[in-house]
């Protein structure tokens, strides 16, 4: 049954600039707008949408060989529910969480947590399997990360994160040809843009908190 399921969501069911798109990249490319569309708006149904964005291309990616950005979608459904769960009651006395600056202590937190992550993936794709981007992969597997955890603790920062990786993802899956895919992030590129600019906006609606 899983297995006609996965075989029906290759299926290519139409064409970008040559390369055929399957089920579920399309899917993904949907989902994928409107998640982060409603990540802009501070809107919490972001969270369910993107489950179904994260299985979709935990499918795509491993089929085109990018191991680190396959693996990436399972680390994102533990996120996802995190960040579902912080979104609604995050915040003091478990209210609904605002947007604050990022601190000094999660910035070093987050630097060498993407150091590392970058460093162990590269030596794991380089010498364990046949993937043509091993650095590439893991950069971006590696900024993703930082960014959706700070997407789920809603820190505006995060947006400035999603831009470069998405500036380093959208000739990546150009190259892999998955150019819907590539199409995705460059909407994406956009997008972060409008949550920046809404997300700069709230923080200063709210008191500052206290550095740590």
């Known amino acids: 049954m899983l297995t006609d399921v996965v075989d029906w969501l290759q299926q290519p069911v139409l064409r970008a600039l040559g390369a055929p798109v399957s089920r579920a990249e399309l899917i993904g490319f949907?989902?994928?707008?409107?998640?982060v569309y409603l990540v802009a708006r501070q809107n919490v149904l972001n969270w369910p949408i993107s489950i179904v964005n994260v299985l979709m291309y935990l499918l795509v990616f491993w089929v085109s060989g990018l191991y680190?950005?396959?693996?990436?979608?399972?680390?994102?459904?533990?996120?996802?529910?995190y960040g579902w769960w912080q979104w609604l009651f995050g915040g003091r006395d478990h209210s609904r969480l605002t947007v604050t600056r990022t601190t000094r202590v999660e910035w070093l937190f987050l630097a060498?947590?993407?150091?590392?992550?970058?460093a162990v993936l590269w030596v794991i794709l380089r010498n364990h399997t046949n993937s043509t981007v091993p650095l590439?992969?893991?950069?971006?597997?590696?900024?993703?990360?930082?960014?959706?955890?700070?997407?789920?603790?809603?820190?505006?920062e995060s947006w400035w994160l999603w831009i470069t990786a998405d500036l380093i993802y959208i000739p990546l899956y150009?190259?892999?040809?998955?150019?819907?895919t590539a199409l995705l992030y460059l909407?994406?590129?956009?997008?972060?843009?409008l949550g920046l600019r809404e997300?700069?906006?709230?923080?200063?609606?709210?008191p500052e908190p206290v550095a740590a």
Request: aromatic share 8%; with cysteine.
């Open 30 to 35: 949907l989902s994928g707008v409107l998640t």
């Open 68 to 81: 680190a950005d396959s693996g990436l979608q399972l680390v994102y459904l533990a996120l996802a529910g």
């Open 112 to 118: 060498a947590a993407g150091i590392a992550i970058t």
């Open 136 to 156: 590439a992969d893991s950069v971006t597997t590696a900024l993703s990360l930082m960014a959706t955890y700070g997407q789920s603790r809603k820190k505006v």
């Open 174 to 180: 150009g190259y892999k040809d998955l150019w819907l």
């Open 187 to 193: 909407v994406f590129l956009a997008l972060c843009v």
């Open 199 to 206: 997300w700069t906006r709230a923080v200063r609606r709210e």
